[in-house]
């Protein structure tokens, strides 16, 4: 079997990863010309389905949760599986009861319990919530290793607008292009995030910090480095991160430890990821093309469930996962 996916993000590498590993031969296309740039290089890496289903459709949590094991399969190493630590300002609290009210899978934590699972943040929270089972990757990372495991696998990559335009010739096409499709049923969501580099704070896990305005995540990634993110604008530009947005951002990462005001700035990004109006990913089928989209912030978590949702249909197995 012959299979063309365009779209070299977090949705095109995984589907190219469950075709290859059932024997196709796949090429994948992308516009860019390198794996950089596009909205999943913006994520916050987070596995985190419990969290999600907070906002979330039921399906986010049981789709979700099958990701951390795919992921540590496909790239062993590469999950870090400590948990999702949730906090709010002493103000805020009644927040904590009604994000807890609106999922499962959380041990309430008080200050001391807090103290032992992050050390730089004794006595500053008094109570919080732990989702001890989910976990986090560093996306930037994660798609450069999945895209060099495919190429030894076989897998061929082509860049640059010309090779987007080729034909697919026979065969099997898939459009994982997100916004680039085009779709009049597609939305535009802006996420905006900060690239923070401190030695005066150490993290273990993703913390997210709870605001009725704009709740905030924490991301700890290597080399003292912390992604913070990230807003939500229903808005397809693509423009550089407003003012308004890093100072809330940098506010709220300061409001978690005082540390992060002396952090360097090392990058602000802006990543614009594709919604159907359900906020749910879709896997569908005309003739030989298929297409994965919408998976608004759900990337890494549910790209997973829709790859082989799509391979299932590719080899005629169409009662895989759906979404």
């Not at 190219?16 to 740039?37: D, H, N, P, S, Y």
């Not at 407003?242 to 952090?263: D, K």
């Not at 360097?264 to 896997?283: Q, S, T, Y």
Request: net charge neutral; proline share 5%; glycine share 10%.
């Amino acid at each position: 079997m012959k299979v063309l996916v365009r779209g070299a993000g977090v949705a095109g590498l995984v589907l190219a990863w469950e075709l290859t590993r059932r024997g196709a031969a796949v090429t994948v296309v992308e516009r860019r010309e390198r794996i950089a740039g596009n909205a999943s290089w913006q994520a916050g890496g987070m596995l985190a389905p419990w969290c999600e289903r907070e906002s979330g459709e039921e399906a986010v949590l049981s789709l979700g949760r099958l990701a951390m094991d795919w992921w540590d399969r496909a790239l062993p190493g590469h999950v870090i599986r400590n948990g999702t630590l949730v906090l709010a300002p002493a103000r805020d609290t009644a927040e904590l009861d009604r994000f807890a009210s609106r999922t499962s899978g959380y041990d309430r934590i008080d200050g001391q319990a807090i103290a032992a699972l992050e050390p730089d943040l004794a006595c500053r929270f008094g109570r919080g919530l732990h989702f001890a089972g989910e976990a986090h990757l560093d996306p930037r990372r994660t798609l450069y290793a999945l895209a060099a495991r495919l190429a030894e696998a076989g897998v061929r990559f082509e860049f640059g607008y010309g090779a987007v335009h080729r034909s697919g010739a026979s065969g099997f096409e898939a459009d994982c292009t997100g916004m680039a499709a085009k779709r009049p049923d597609l939305r535009g969501v802006r996420g905006e995030m900060l690239l923070l580099r401190t030695s005066e704070i150490s993290l273990s896990r993703p913390v997210r910090l709870l605001h009725p305005r704009i709740p905030v995540y924490v991301v700890p990634r290597a080399d003292n480095h912390f992604m913070i993110g990230a807003t939500m604008i229903e808005s397809e530009a693509a423009g550089p991160i407003t003012a308004r947005s890093a100072m809330e951002l940098l506010n709220a990462a300061y409001a978690l430890h005082p540390a992060f005001g002396e952090a360097e700035i090392v990058e602000a990004g802006v990543g614009v990821r594709p919604a159907f109006p359900n906020n749910l990913p879709r896997v569908e089928r005309s003739g030989d093309s298929f297409s994965i989209n919408g998976l608004y912030r759900h990337g890494f978590l549910l790209a997973p469930a829709m790859a082989r949702q799509a391979a299932d249909m590719m080899f005629g197995r169409e009662q895989g996962e759906t979404g």
